[in-house]
């Protein structure tokens, strides 16, 4: 009897734990480095800001050259080919990567990356490769989004394949605002996430809880038939 409460209470402290850990716990491995937030989620603890980014990409013969911009701390890169840019009269092209100060959700999306601002001073006339880094704190996006005006409508972009871990790739036939998230119905509400959506190992320790509390009643009953078992013997003997 002593094990079994034992036990069942060793179950309830893991849901507890599992219920309140902070998520990521059971992804079994991070981002390389925690995420700079513009708006850090509770569970973040200590946070530096995330930071900008600056390329100015050559112009030959007309055409710009192959390059990227990215933030210092690497949450954002776009992947520019040959003569991505219309770099007519121009000797390079500045490219200019910078966080949005303020975090706008807008109907409908979640966020779960900061907001960036990607500038150019000439137009893209080729896709250019966006890849964001996200966090483990929040659950995985489903795509990019791009926008105009942050407080305007959102795109959804279309997606490349899945590389590195915590990260995701899309292309963009043009410059502007970008973010990552998912469809505010996904996850569906209500629904509790750990690490990237994870609601598995609460799951199974419900499960554990409900089997020990259920094997509580059998084992009384176990207990009672062997101490009455004895007694007869003992009667019996007598």
């Known amino acids: 009897m002593k094990r079994l409460a034992v036990l069942a209470a060793a179950a309830i402290a893991y849901v507890l734990a599992a219920w309140m850990v902070t998520p990521g716990f059971y992804d079994g491995f991070g981002p390389l480095q925690p995420y700079n937030w513009t ?31 990215y ?29 949005l100060n303020t975090c706008p959700q807008p109907k409908g999306v979640q966020f779960v990356t900061n907001i960036y601002k990607i500038t150019a001073d000439a137009p893209l006339k080729k896709r250019a490769n966006v890849t964001m880094l996200y966090s483990n704190l929040e659950p995985h996006p489903d ?20 590389g590195q871990p915590y990260t995701i790739f899309a292309s963009t036939d043009k410059l502007g605002y970008f973010a990552a998230g998912y469809v505010a119905s996904s996850p569906p509400p ?15 320790a419900v499960l554990i809880v409900v089997v020990v509390l259920a094997g509580l009643p059998l084992a009384v009953m176990r207990r009672r038939r062997s101490a009455a078992g004895d007694q007869e013997d003992e009667e019996d003997e007598a």
């Open 39 to 69: 708006c850090p989620p509770p569970q973040a603890g200590a946070n530096t800001k995330p930071s900008e980014g600056h390329t100015d990409i050559k112009v030959i013969d007309g055409k710009s050259d192959a390059n990227s911009a």
């Open 71 to 99: 933030t210092q701390d690497g949450q954002i890169v776009i992947g520019f080919l040959p003569d991505s840019f219309d770099a007519a009269g121009k000797s390079s092209i500045s490219v200019d990567v910078a966080p």
């Open 143 to 162: 795509a990019i989004y791009r926008a105009d005006d942050p407080s305007g409508a959102w795109t959804v972009l279309e997606r490349s394949q899945q």
């Open 190 to 204: 209500g629904a509790v996430t750990v690490g990237g959506g994870q609601t598995l190992p609460i799951i199974v």
